[in-house]
């Protein structure tokens, strides 16, 4: 009884979460609030690169990143320990699986999903020639690989019949990768022939209320990213 | 009833684990079932460099690594989500905190130690010059922080005052980081009154039983170590 009331009260603490609308970290904290039916304010971290907030600095002072998820006055930093952290803490509506050797399967996809789709992604937003090719076959590679998981997997989403953690993780791609695929390389990967299973599950991500209502814009994501991408490119230039 | 008696078969299934005698991730699991006092067997992985085992191949076909701890015929990869696993399987004598804050923390400071400090090691061993320099630079600041985290937390060990998770996550710069730095720099960095707390959590670490019986020999991995760095920086001169 007394871990019960320890429980609810812990639940329904005051939920704060630093974001940045450009970012495609916290937008899955944002998902994972929403599809457990959280109650939190939301705090645009609104200049990253210059003057970061005396709230990020305090909650986040080793990263000075966000997400951070702040629970009861308590910071939580780290999207995917965020997502752990939430699903631990309001345990409707699992996001992961309960059964300990399909969570570390789910854990072990997300973790080469973050080093391989995000770290190519990211190096293809800032790179050109040589280097963007060696980052594009990287990135066809990993696809690859995510794509016969997903196939044999024969299910809709990553966490089943509903979406869960692992879709959470990836569901960046459907708008992020997309552009950056755009912006550096002039054409679409992921959305190709190539990968008809990765494919259909981006579409199915993307016909989920909760996803798409809380993405942000293409046209302004499009402009930002490319502010980002001529930064960055122009520095390289000058070195 | 019928719950405990499937996780009272799960705990009883076969157990072996991949492992690699000079990797300083494959002992991290091998330290965590000592603790639990669980059986296991030992498959070493001979020739991962040239010749993988076609059991490696068939339960990491991804990564291709070890370490891989087989239960019950199921393969689980990558030696932070091993403990994962083997905290949640075998419940008993907790690696990781219970509490949903203390466990997100835990698992902050992991990937950081994991992010900074393993990649830093590791660039270090195959570097020299300016690109060393750098390296080591980062190394530094990584040990600043951690400094501070660990003289704030005022415990013997980061699970406490007995050993857990985040220790078994660093115990490897014990032996591996230690040699790293001689092999490199030609001196000690970690092992320096600016790291005190650090450095007596090492002390505390190697005075371990279940930690020291389980680490290689020094005089054989500095050999093996050696010979990894002189590859790389022969393979380095010819590019």
């Given at each position: 009884?007394?871990?019960?009331?320890?429980?609810?009260?812990?639940?329904?603490?005051?939920?704060?979460?630093?974001?940045?609308?450009?970012?495609?970290?916290?937008?899955?904290?944002?998902?994972?609030?929403?599809?457990?039916?959280?109650?939190?304010?939301?705090?645009?971290?609104?200049?990253?690169?210059?003057?970061?907030?005396?709230?990020?600095?305090?909650?986040?002072?080793?990263?000075?990143?966000?997400?951070?998820?702040?629970?009861?006055?308590?910071?939580?930093?780290?999207?995917?320990?965020?997502?752990e952290y939430i699903d631990e803490v309001w345990s409707h509506n699992r996001l992961l699986p309960e059964d300990p050797?399909?969570?570390?399967v789910v854990r072990f996809w997300a973790k080469f999903a973050e080093e391989k789709l995000v770290e190519s992604a990211?190096?293809?937003?800032?790179?050109?020639?040589?280097?963007?090719?060696?980052?594009?076959?990287?990135?066809?590679?990993?696809?690859?690989?995510?794509?016969?998981?997903?196939?044999?997997?024969?299910?809709?989403?990553?966490?089943?019949?509903?979406?869960?953690?692992?879709?959470?993780?990836?569901?960046?791609?459907?708008?992020?990768?997309?552009?950056?695929?755009?912006?550096?390389?002039?054409?679409?990967i992921s959305d190709t022939h190539r990968y008809p299973t990765f494919n259909r599950w981006m579409e199915d991500v993307?016909?989920?209320?909760?996803?798409?209502?809380?993405?942000?814009?293409?046209?302004?994501?499009?402009?930002?990213?490319?502010?980002?991408?001529?930064?960055?490119?122009?520095?390289?230039?000058?070195?």
């Amino acid at each position: 009884m007394l871990i019960l009331m320890i429980s609810i009260s812990m639940e329904n603490k005051e939920v704060k979460l630093l974001g940045l609308w450009s970012s495609p970290f916290p937008v899955r904290v944002i998902w994972a609030l929403k599809l457990k039916g959280i109650e939190y304010e939301y705090i645009e971290e609104k200049d990253l690169m210059q003057n970061k907030s005396p709230l990020l600095l305090q909650s986040n002072p080793v990263l000075k990143k966000v997400p951070v998820l702040i629970h009861g006055g308590k910071p939580i930093c780290e999207s995917l320990n965020i997502l752990e952290y939430i699903d631990e803490v309001w345990s409707h509506n699992r996001l992961l699986p309960e059964d300990p050797y399909e969570k570390a399967v789910v854990r072990f996809w997300a973790k080469f999903a973050e080093e391989k789709l995000v770290e190519s992604a990211r190096t293809m937003l800032t790179s050109e020639g040589e280097e963007l090719e060696k980052e594009v076959k990287q990135l066809e590679e990993a696809l690859d690989i995510l794509e016969k998981e997903m196939k044999d997997l024969k299910k809709k989403f990553f966490g089943g019949e509903s979406i869960g953690y692992l879709d959470l993780v990836l569901a960046w791609s459907v708008l992020w990768l997309e552009i950056i695929e755009e912006l550096s390389c002039g054409k679409k990967i992921s959305d190709t022939h190539r990968y008809p299973t990765f494919n259909r599950w981006m579409e199915d991500v993307k016909n989920i209320n909760i996803i798409k209502e809380n993405l942000p814009s293409k046209d302004q994501l499009t402009v930002y990213l490319l502010y980002v991408r001529n930064l960055a490119l122009a520095s390289k230039a000058n070195n």
